[in-house]
């Protein structure tokens, strides 16, 4: 489930040297909403976590700072979770 480097992942610094991808780590691809396009870190998530999906945090969503977006994962494809909308 590695990614490219050269991509932000969820959660870096904008001034972060390193924001892309790292050897040894898995990520989910965001799709949709706010988080569209980055990367989410799932080292070390089991089948449980990955199919409950991730509720992130999130300044750009419909509830503003402190709500959060909610990603789950793509039916049949393992590399994305889409948005599913947002909650406070």
Known sequence: ???????????????DPEPGPQPGHSYMEL????????LLDITGWGPDDLAE????ISEGGH???GGRALYGPRAGDALYFDWEGDCP
């Open 31 to 38: 799709v949709g909403g706010p988080q569209d396009g980055l």
């Open 1 to 15: 489930m590695g990614k490219p480097r050269g991509r932000r992942i969820y959660g870096a610094d904008h001034d």
């Open 53 to 56: 999906g991730a509720a992130l």
């Open 63 to 65: 509830y503003g700072a």
